[in-house]
């Protein structure tokens, strides 16, 4: 018998050349960066036209409060929300919450879409929202018992008792909220949000009914806190200072009906933040200046659509 030659050898027959071939190099799927993303999502109230109001006289129209919002969010980044009185923050950090209904367009969390309040987000009010028959501990125990029902008593005991000494609450858990502070009880607010640990923690003007001197201790707690714990974090505030000591990123909102995103910023300031040295980075006093601007001219702009 001859020896095969070494073309036969080496060449693919025409069926493995043809198997080769049917096999098509499909691209990877792209996995989203973004944690949560806001697409064109616009919110209308509707209107009372019903036959009552009409024979009252209380006939109200559609009121597009926000329109067209899109947001991509990247995980453990905290992000505010800016913009003049009415422009719509509250309605989309309630539409991001769960809490109310989406009119067009999407918000997806983990590239699912959310479709109602669940414990991945956590919300910090600024009235507090505490149950005022119920001590420190039992505020934060009612909230991880309703997430965590199944949870070991010895776990959840450990849970509630981290989240107390995260605040600083030590010595605090068995009194009321009548024996608080606004800064302590808003301390409890955000233990109670961190302790059923969501991947995002919304805030709703968290320091607005406080003090300067307070909300200036409670702004350099919050930063402690996310330096440890690095969770997205979404903020509603009025204040550009404490936007510009908190923020990654700024959304900058225009004013209602209809309010849009105008602008986002991207704040540079090295972490951890000092809110006595921050002012002196170079950038510090034109994001400053620009936020200023936005606010006073649509603030202004506000104004004069009342005259």
């Known amino acids: 018998?001859?020896?095969?030659?070494?073309?036969?050898?080496?060449?693919?027959?025409?069926?493995?050349?043809?198997?080769?071939s049917l096999e098509p190099v499909l691209p990877k799927p792209e996995i989203p960066s973004a944690q949560l993303s806001v697409r064109n999502v616009t919110k209308v109230f509707e209107g009372k036209q019903d036959l009552f109001s009409k024979l009252t006289r209380?006939?109200?129209?559609?009121?597009?409060?926000i329109e067209d919002i899109?947001?991509?969010?990247e995980p453990n980044t905290f992000v505010s929300i800016i913009g003049p009185s009415g422009c719509g923050k509250s309605t989309l950090l309630n539409m991001i919450a769960g809490l109310s209904d989406i009119s067009g367009g999407e918000i997806l969390l983990n590239n699912q879409p959310i479709r109602g309040p669940g414990p991945d987000r956590g919300m910090v009010f600024q009235n507090y929202a505490l149950m005022p028959w119920m001590s420190v501990e039992e505020n934060i125990r009612f909230a991880v018992e309703t997430v965590?029902?199944?949870?070991?008593?010895?776990?959840?005991?450990?849970?509630?008792?981290?989240?107390?000494?995260?605040?600083?609450?030590?010595?605090?858990?068995?009194?009321?909220p009548h024996e608080l502070s606004g800064g302590m009880r808003q301390r409890v607010g955000i233990a109670r949000a961190l302790a059923i640990d969501p991947q995002i923690l919304l805030m709703d003007e968290p320091f607005g009914a406080l003090d300067a001197l307070t909300r200036g201790f409670l702004q350099s707690e919050v930063e402690r806190i996310w330096e440890q714990q690095r969770k997205t974090v979404i903020m509603i505030t009025h204040s550009i200072e404490e936007a510009l000591l908190l923020s990654d990123r700024?959304?900058?909102?225009?004013?209602?009906?209809?309010?849009?995103?105008?602008?986002?910023?991207?704040?540079?300031?090295?972490r951890p933040r000092n809110r006595e040295t921050i002012d002196q980075h170079p950038a510090y006093h034109q994001l400053k200046t620009e936020m200023e601007r936005h606010l006073f001219r649509e603030t202004q702009a506000v104004e004069a659509s009342r005259i």
């Open 250 to 270: 700024i959304v900058m909102m225009t004013r209602g009906p209809a309010a849009r995103v105008d602008e986002i910023l991207e704040v540079p300031f090295p």
């Open 58 to 65: 209380k006939t109200t129209r559609d009121f597009t409060a």
């Open 148 to 176: 965590y029902p199944k949870l070991a008593p010895k776990q959840m005991t450990r849970r509630i008792k981290e989240n107390i000494q995260l605040v600083g609450l030590e010595g605090a858990e068995k009194k009321h």
């Open 1 to 20: 018998m001859s020896a095969p030659s070494i073309d036969s050898v080496r060449s693919p027959t025409p069926s493995a050349r043809t198997a080769v």
């Open 70 to 73: 899109s947001i991509d969010i």
